[in-house]
Every structure is written in structure tokens, then in C-alpha cells.
């Protein structure tokens, strides 16, 4: 089954200790994404790879690292997690083949909470 | 200024009414529209994209898209109380074609 997994799906944790939420795709995608959802705010893309090794910032990027050394995997790094990063998580992956490089498919999403 | 703007709603419709879902976007050169759909505690999945002036239309699904006044609109005709999710609007600017901008969303109440 074509998927995106994320791991954990929900994560309680303090202030300052070092996190990591995994990101994997089975549908061999060249693009990866992570977002935040707020209320109000919508989803915010953090950080984007385009290709192994190859990484942008989004939007909203501070306070986070991402690392592509494989094509499958895309994690999101929280070095020191504040509260205000306490948020809804999405990872998401397409192709970028012509014809389909608009679709995205979204993991089911990490609901972080730092204290 | 956001890049997309959506009414939060709720907006509430009859089962077997036409719902009308409106997105307006800030940057003139924007050339992709992404129609999402999102039920409570879960991921959106994309519904609709469209790319040119004028409607698609998928099932009970068109999307109208008019760049000349920078709005994006989706239409659910005959809705269901199956239909009762938020939709977000997305869009991809010429800026960075390698990004997606995403509204807040409307959320739709079918009632039965």
C-alpha cells in the first residue's frame, strides 16, 4: 500500500529536550515536505527536499533541522523544542514527474506538545 | 498580507444543496490551485487542482479558478453530510515554484 508514515503520532515532551519525528514514503518520491498546522493559521511548510541531499527552508523553518540521506526517509529535527512549537505535524511526499507533481500525499500527522 | 485567504466559516448547507467555497490569492503570477479536503483528526488529501482560467469540473467537484480578480472557488454540488470536512485552498507561486502556500481552510457543515 502507497503510504506516508510518521512516527511517533503523538509526543508529550519539556522544554529543551532534543526531539526527532521520522518521516518515510514507499512510493519511491523524489519531494518531501513537513508542515505545521495551527488553528487559524493553516498549514505552514517548515522544510522541503527536492532529492536526496538536497533540502530548503519553507516558511517557518527556525527551530528546525531536517536531514535527507535517503530517498525514503525525510526526518524533522527539534533541537531544543520550545512551546511554541507545540503543533499538528504534517510530512508529505509527491513525484516529480510532470504528471504528477502537484499531488501530494500527507502522513497521518504528529501532534507534538511541549511543556 | 497572506499569500492565501480563506473564510474560516462554519458554512452551513442542506443535504442536496451546492456548497461554494472561496480561496483569493495575493501574488498576481500564481499559476497552480490546489483544492484539499480535511476531516476532523486527519490529513488533507488533495480534492481538485486546477491550472487555467475557467472551471474543472470532477463528479460532484468544479473548481473555478479566475486570475483576473485572483480568486479560486470550489463547488460541491448535490452535498452530503459525507462532505462535512474543512477544504484548504493551496497555491504555488512563481516566486518559489517549489513551494506549496496553504490557507487556514472553511469548514462545511452538511446537515442532514
Known amino acids: 500500500e502507497a503510504q506516508v508514515t510518521q512516527n511517533p503520532r503523538y509526543l508529550i515532551t519539556v522544554t529543551g529536550k532534543k526531539l526527532t519525528v521520522t518521516c518515510s514514503q514507499n512510493?519511491?518520491?523524489?519531494?518531501m515536505s513537513w508542515y505545521r498546522q495551527d488553528p487559524g493559521l493553516g498549514l505552514r511548510q517548515i522544510y522541503y527536499?527536492?532529492?536526496?541531499?538536497?533540502?530548503d527552508k519553507g516558511d517557518v523553518p527556525e527551530g528546525y533541522k531536517v536531514s535527507r540521506k535517503e530517498k525514503r526517509n525525510f526526518p524533522l529535527i527539534l533541537e531544543s523544542p520550545s512551546p511554541n512549537q507545540t503543533s499538528l505535524y504534517f510530512c508529505a511526499s509527491s513525484s516529480l514527474l510532470a504528471s504528477s507533481t502537484d499531488t501530494q500525499y500527507f502522513g497521518p500527522g504528529t501532534r507534538l506538545t511541549v511543556l | 498580507q497572506k499569500e492565501v485567504e480563506q473564510n474560516s466559516g462554519p458554512l452551513s448547507v442542506p443535504e442536496g444543496a451546492i456548497a461554494s467555497l472561496n480561496c483569493t490569492y495575493s501574488?498576481?503570477?500564481?499559476?497552480?490551485f490546489f483544492w484539499y479536503r480535511q476531516y476532523s483528526g486527519k490529513s488533507p488529501e488533495l480534492i481538485m487542482s486546477i491550472y487555467s482560467n475557467g472551471d474543472k469540473e470532477d463528479g460532484r467537484f468544479t473548481a473555478q479558478l479566475n486570475k483576473a480578480s485572483q480568486y479560486v472557488s470550489l463547488l460541491i454540488r448535490d452535498s452530503q453530510p459525507s462532505d462535512s470536512a474543512t477544504y484548504l485552498c493551496?497555491?504555488?507561486?512563481?516566486?518559489?515554484?517549489?513551494?506549496?502556500?496553504f490557507g487556514s481552510g472553511t469548514k462545511l457543515n452538511v446537515k442532514p
Open positions: 501574488d498576481r503570477g500564481s499559476q497552480s
Open positions: 512510493m519511491n518520491h523524489e519531494y
Open positions: 493551496a497555491v504555488k507561486t512563481p516566486r518559489n515554484f517549489n513551494k506549496f502556500y
Open positions: 527536499s527536492m532529492n536526496v541531499e538536497v533540502t
